[in-house]
């Protein structure tokens, strides 16, 4: 049952991995295949909403009643406890990797949402020369995520209280090794970044190795005992491997010739190195007499240069 979850795991992040390289191919195209769009991301969403369920617990979608009215547009602010939390990273935590975090729960609760306010931006060089001007007044006010959502009124208010409600879970600080959601970020950006290995699936072809390596031990004992003179001992990790990389000579070795016999050893050489003797030198100067090819002379007094 576990190798089954297991598989499903990885297969699931694979395919969401797909959609993801997908959705990032047909972004070139902006504005074009509008309907591939939205089914792209309806269904990157279910495969998120299926694999990222946090302890097992899974998100209702948000039932809406029939549209009644005219579309109107609401907002909310949710304040971030920075001054409580200042070192807690709340806007990793509210974006998510590449912002999956955010447009999941766009996703959900129809709502647009955005982070604003100080230190809402990465940059803050750019921030600071961005503050006070125009269309950046948001950055005068603390640290808030800014809840946006357009439909008729009794449909938007649903919606929006949604959206304030997962908001708030996300602004509850958590201890690292406890963050579920954190968790749930590493993973996704593994996945999306095509570095995603199951844990579970490492471990278990861990123990598949070993239990492989005591049936190949096992099975080269009983040949040993069954078959003592044909079976071959498997080497033990305190057996040296291999033949030893150094040879010493120490056999003797006559010489041939007019010189004397002797060793290849020197006997005063505490270190064993090999010595070759001399050769006999005696009839070198009548080697050297005679050369080993004779040229002829040429006559160079005719020929092309002839006076």
Not at 86 to 114: H, W
Request: glycine fraction near 6%; aromatic fraction near 6%.
């Amino acid at each position: 049952m576990c190798d089954n979850t297991n598989t499903t795991t990885q297969s699931i992040a694979d395919y969401l991995s797909q959609l993801l390289k997908d959705r990032k191919q047909l972004a070139a195209f902006p504005n074009v295949f509008i309907h591939v769009e939205r089914l792209l991301d309806e269904e990157i969403a279910k495969v998120r909403a299926s694999l990222f369920q946090i302890s097992g617990v899974k998100k209702e979608p948000l039932v809406l009643p029939e549209p009644e009215g005219e579309i109107t547009t609401l907002m909310e602010k949710v304040y971030v406890p920075v001054k409580e939390h200042p070192d807690f990273n709340f806007v990793g935590r509210i974006l998510g990797p590449r912002g999956m975090t955010a447009k999941q729960l766009e996703q959900e609760t129809g709502c647009k949402i955005m982070v604003r306010g100080k230190g809402s931006m990465r940059d803050k060089k750019k921030e600071e020369q961005n503050r006070g001007k125009p269309n950046w007044e948001h950055l005068t006010d603390e640290l808030h995520v800014l809840l946006t959502v357009e439909d008729t009124e009794n449909r938007a208010t649903l919606k929006l209280a949604r959206a304030v409600e997962e908001v708030k879970k996300l602004l509850v600080p958590v201890a690292d090794g406890e963050d579920e959601l954190k968790k749930r970020q590493l993973m996704e950006l593994a996945i999306i970044n095509g570095t995603y290995r199951d844990s579970n699936t490492k471990v278990a072809a861990a123990a598949a190795c070993d239990e492989e390596w005591r049936r190949v031990a096992a099975a080269a004992a009983e040949t040993q005992r069954l078959l003592p003179g044909l079976a071959t001992p498997m080497r033990t990790p305190s057996a040296p491997l291999g033949a030893p990389l150094i040879l010493s000579p120490r056999i003797s070795v006559p010489l041939t010739g007019s010189g004397p016999p002797g060793s290849l050893l020197s006997a005063g050489d505490p270190h064993g190195l090999i010595y070759t003797p001399y050769t006999d030198y005696a009839n070198y100067a009548a080697l050297a007499a005679s050369p080993l090819l004779e040229y002829a002379t040429a006559d160079h007094s005719g020929g092309l240069f002839a006076r």
